[in-house]
């Protein structure tokens, strides 16, 4: 009895030692965020035809796939908007369902009724609606003595691609600046003139700017692969494209119009600190994700950034 006496405070050391020990490794190695994850069963669909109406959105790809969708497993409700040249449905599922097995499902849904919609239409972009999913920082390009168009074209090909590969981080496409576009603008009444339409003039520039394989040369020992390069270098070169031709002589884009380093339409302007500005915002990818992790990771990929102007 004396001896036990003698070793129960070692004993109860020990044991508070494990639980110490045991404690601290839990607690660090404990998921912390800012966001928790949170399982809404809620897929969004979003679908889109440049240039449709949005009475024809509505009747030719939103009703067709509100139908169809109806065949899912699970489904509370369903609500759509129509809009110029977008369809957006929001599917609501059941509580207590998987919001990955809710996205397979509407996915092979939609894939499968892809080929009733309007040719043209493009793929449907599926994706379920995460409430962590909330830009945890934004990343800013400008600089002087580059326009809009550069800023965006450097976000998009050469800072996102670098981001991207930062563990836990979704970049979504930049905003702001200008989507470079190469324009060709006509005059209807040269066209008129010549008897030729604008479907004429694309289907020209079209066929002009082709790579295509032209099969192979064994010359010797080797065996060369041929190709036809006809790629258009420069954008004056699309106004020599010919169009058709009248007796000796071919009529040219030149000649009905001119062809322009341009850019789409502007839907959003980006200012920071008054000048021209592009950003990128910084997604939080689901799961176990730490928020703070992201950040930081993103912060020493872009502090070595490369092929990119300081």
């Known amino acids: 009895m004396p001896k036990f006496a003698l070793r129960y405070p070692y ?73 110029p040249g977008a369809s ?8 207590g369902t998987s919001a990955d097995s809710d996205v397979d499902e509407i996915s092979n849904l939609a894939m499968a009724d892809l080929r009733r919609l309007p040719p043209g239409t493009l793929p449907p972009v599926v994706m379920k609606f995460d409430a962590s999913s909330l830009p945890v920082c934004l990343i800013t390009l400008k600089g002087q003595g580059l326009n809009e168009t550069q800023l965006r074209d450097l976000g998009q090909f050469a800072v996102r691609n670098q981001v991207a590969t930062a563990p836990g981080a979704s970049v979504p496409p930049p905003f ?30 079209n066929n002009a700017n082709l ?22 270098q420069d954008v004056v070169d699309i106004n020599s494209v010919p169009l058709k031709t009248v007796g000796e002589r071919s ?3 030149g000649d009905v119009g ?31 994700t730490n928020t703070i992790s992201v950040v930081n990771t993103v912060k020493a990929v872009v502090s070595h950034l490369y092929d990119v102007p300081e």
């Open 251 to 253: 009529v040219t884009v």
């Open 258 to 288: 001119r062809a322009e380093d341009a850019s789409t339409i502007q839907t959003n302007i980006v200012r920071v600190d008054g000048q021209k500005s592009v950003y990128l915002p910084i997604m939080k990818q689901g799961g176990d």
């Open 88 to 95: 957006i449905i929001k599917i609501y599922f059941r509580p």
């Open 176 to 205: 702001g600046g200008k989507y470079r576009q190469i324009m060709v603008y006509v005059d209807p009444l040269k066209l008129q003139a010549n008897g030729l339409s604008p479907m004429d003039v694309v289907r020209a520039v």
């Open 11 to 83: 004993f109860i050391i020990v044991v508070c030692l494990i639980v110490a020990v045991v404690g601290v490794t839990s607690l660090v190695r404990m998921p912390v965020d800012l966001f928790p994850t949170i399982n809404i069963p809620e897929v969004v669909v979003a679908t889109f035809y440049n240039g449709m109406p949005p009475e024809d959105i509505e009747t030719e790809i939103t009703g067709r796939f509100e139908r169809f969708f109806t065949l899912g497993a699970g489904i509370d409700h369903m609500e759509s908007r129509s809009l």
């Open 211 to 232: 790579i295509l394989p032209a099969g192979d040369a064994k010359i010797g020992p080797y065996d060369y692969n041929i190709y036809t390069n006809s790629q258009i």
